[in-house]
């Protein structure tokens, strides 16, 4: 049943870092010395990794976690709060409800004139404890404590939020097949994969992204450009750095690499095939 006094059930939470909007100025000037200044994790590594200062001038959102309620877990609740954030992002949500804005307006009318109403007597009652101890209280001490109506709401729809103006949504993560799989599935493309491992993990840290076209208006082909640039260095540090990783974990990360210019012969080149393509010369 629908109760307005008690919060619904939450299912997945997103947590989320604006990033980018650096200056190229500013890029090219940190880049110059060989460090980046803190925060802005992809807009600094990507145009670190392809030396491109424009990248860090576009705008984006990382996804920094996704938690989801253990009772639900693995029922795809995760997948569907990313999908819904990149439709928000995107510009492709829309408002359903069209009823009750009448309601609400009186509504809201009459919650001033209450307000007002208890101001006044609060009010009359600051001035009442003033002259009875003959001294003019100011700032937080003549702040009067008690329930405030008209509070602004915990929890909107995406609906009726203001998407800002992004041009990618992105996130960063230690490289495992389970993660590798669940971004893959959220339409995330690989643009980095550290060659080094992180010291605590043991994983090397990758950072996937997805373009949002129709909320910035920029042509999104400098993903695939970026993406067929990756998938060659990957290609030519699989027999280095990356020797460790699992056939299974460098077949998924080389799957998700394609783009739409990949060819069979492509493939043959690259040595990777699927199961099934594998065939006696």
């Known amino acids: 049943e629908k109760d307005s006094n008690s919060l619904p059930d939450i299912l997945a939470v997103v947590q989320v870092a604006l990033e980018g909007k650096i200056s190229r100025r500013a890029v090219e000037a940190q880049l110059a010395r060989g460090h980046r200044s803190a925060g802005d994790l992809i807009p600094w590594t990507i145009s670190q990794q392809f030396g491109d200062a424009k990248f860090a001038q576009l705008s ?18 995760g997948s569907r709060a990313i999908e819904l954030l990149y439709r928000f992002y995107n510009g492709d949500m829309m408002s359903l409800g069209n009823g009750g804005d009448e309601d609400s307006d009186d509504d809201d009318d009459e919650a001033s004139d209450d307000d007002n109403s208890d101001d006044d007597s609060d009010g009359d009652d600051d001035s009442n404890s003033n002259n009875k101890n003959g001294k003019k209280k100011n700032g937080i001490q003549a702040e009067k404590v008690a329930p405030r109506k008209q509070l602004p709401p915990l929890l909107l729809p995406l609906s009726d939020v203001d998407a800002p103006k992004l041009d ?25 994969t550290r060659q080094t491992k992180n010291e605590l993990t043991g994983e090397h840290s990758a950072i996937m992204l997805r373009a949002l076209p129709k909320q910035s208006g920029v042509d999104d082909a400098w993903l695939s450009a970026y993406v067929s640039d990756t998938k060659r260095r990957f290609l030519a540090l699989l027999g280095g750095p990356f020797r460790d990783l699992s056939i299974r974990l460098a077949i998924a990360t080389l799957d998700n690499m394609a783009v739409s210019g990949d060819s069979d012969s492509d493939k043959k080149r690259s040595g990777i095939h699927k199961k099934g393509e594998i065939t006696a010369d």
């Open 60 to 77: 984006g959102a990382r996804i920094v976690r996704v938690a989801v309620h253990p009772s639900v877990q693995g029922m795809g609740y």
């Open 168 to 192: 990618w949504i992105g996130t960063s993560f230690g490289l495992t097949p389970q993660l590798q799989k669940f971004w893959n599935r959220a339409g995330m493309k690989m643009l980095y």
